[in-house]
């Protein structure tokens, strides 16, 4: 059984920082790549950034150059480290697992978290 459990959201004012976990159990996490997306009130889920099984990134332009996606595969985590954020930043942070190309859809990833709040205050 997979399972993916997101960790870190929380309140922070503009210009903060945060940073979210995931750990994943029930697959090859070393051989998977993994991403995060999130999704405000009233919008579609939206990709964020995806680490691949070895250390290549990609992120959204909306967000590159203040977030980075790493990964432990020893503690099978994928971490989300958000500076500067942004009132705009305020989502639900999901977690997804197992991707296939282009990567970048929701119906790329077999495997979501459950998502953890993240509200940037102005």
């Known amino acids: 059984q997979v399972q993916l459990v997101e960790s870190g959201g929380g309140l922070v004012q503009a210009g903060g920082s945060l940073r979210l976990s995931c750990a994943a159990s029930?697959?090859?996490?070393?051989?998977?790549?993994m991403a995060w997306f999130r999704q405000a009130p009233g919008t579609q889920r939206e990709f964020i950034a995806r680490?691949?099984?070895?250390?290549?990134?990609s992120y959204a332009e909306s967000v590159k150059g203040r977030f980075t996606i790493s990964r432990d595969n020893a503690k099978n985590t994928v971490y989300l480290q958000m500076n500067s954020l942004k009132p705009e930043d305020t989502a639900v942070y999901y977690c997804a697992a197992q991707g296939r190309r282009p990567f970048i859809l929701p119906r790329d990833y077999n495997y979501w978290g459950q998502g953890t709040q993240v509200t940037v205050s102005s």
């Open positions: 680490i691949s099984s070895g250390t290549g990134t």
């Open positions: 029930g697959i090859i996490f070393s051989s998977n790549v």
